[in-house]
């Protein structure tokens, strides 16, 4: 035994613990940044729908083309209209038969040019309330036309001269209201500030860890699938759960929970491949490096 056999023993003795403490760091590390890659992702998606008055009335014309949001909204129409009648006679009119001229206004609803306006609508109102644009008075008669029209085509012999209107909406911002548009930018912020120290972490993993550049790899993918399996369970049974909050509307709130979660179904979807084909890489190649015993 020579005299550097000893010293290089105790050199590598020393340098386990350190690399114990090294790759514990490295594995906290790179899950807590899929933790926060993944809620950053769930965060963006549910900013997508209302980032800009842009991005409302595209959450509005999607939404009006499920036929359950359209059951609902056709539902209430229906109640707004009865209310505003001016008689008895007008208001017996829409008790009659219910459900047939719901399904003539939801039919209605799905006009092309009636969900169009429907998302001119929303962007109006997302850009006085939220934007801080001049006060707007917004003609809803559209849609008391549109259901009208849906009425008489279910009952013709309903008379031109029962034709109850919708006042304009008047949109406006008053003193002392929430500015939600600061709410709206500070959680935009917050949204890719997750997905920044999620990525951050990841590299610090990276640099962290003591296994080669291909076991790195590997660990990575698998941290990415793993994540990404997670998050698209906790999505999946939120979705499910989401229906059986409340007995009322529950067909609609089904279209809803699918409508929203959908975008983060896809991206967890991607971020589950994305893992499976860098963890796969990584673990041919780390075989490919590793010597054979012959």
Not at 58 to 80: F, G, H, M, Y
Not at 139 to 155: C, G, P
Not at 264 to 280: P, S, W
Request: proline share 5%; charged share 20%.
């Amino acid at each position: 035994m020579t005299a550097s056999e000893p010293l290089a023993e105790l050199t590598e003795k020393t340098s386990e613990p350190k690399h114990r403490v090294r790759r514990t760091f490295a594995t906290l590390l790179g899950g807590l940044g899929v933790v926060f890659l993944g809620l950053g992702l769930i965060s963006l998606v549910l900013m997508s729908f209302v980032s800009s008055p842009a991005a409302a009335k595209s959450t509005i014309k999607s939404a009006l083309n499920q036929p359950d949001v359209r059951d609902v909204i056709a539902d209430k129409l229906i109640e707004k209209l009865q209310d505003s009648a001016d008689n008895d006679t007008e208001k017996l009119v829409f008790s009659v038969a219910r459900p047939l001229i719901v399904t003539a206004v939801k039919e209605k609803l799905a006009d092309p040019d009636l969900i169009d306006f429907a998302g001119e609508v929303a962007a109006t109102v997302y850009a006085v309330y939220i934007e801080n644009a001049p006060a707007a008075s917004v003609d809803i008669s559209k849609f008391s036309d549109a259901t009208i029209a849906a009425i008489r085509s279910a009952d013709p012999s309903i008379s031109t001269d029962q034709n109850p209107k919708m006042d304009p909406i008047k949109v406006e911002r008053k003193p002392g209201d929430t500015d939600i548009k600061s709410i709206r930018d500070t959680a935009e912020r917050g949204s890719w500030l997750f997905v920044i120290i999620g990525l951050l972490l990841q590299v610090a993993a990276w640099f962290l860890s003591v296994a080669t550049q291909w076991q790195r790899i590997l660990r990575l993918g698998i941290r990415l699938f793993s994540g990404g399996v997670v998050f698209l369970g906790i999505v999946l049974i939120a979705r499910s759960r989401i229906p059986q909050s409340s007995t009322e509307n529950k067909a609609a709130l089904e279209a809803a929970a699918q409508f929203i979660t959908d975008p983060m179904v896809t991206r967890f979807i991607v971020l589950i491949v994305l893992g499976g084909i860098t963890g796969a890489v990584g673990f041919v190649m780390t075989r490919k490096a590793t010597p054979t015993i012959s």
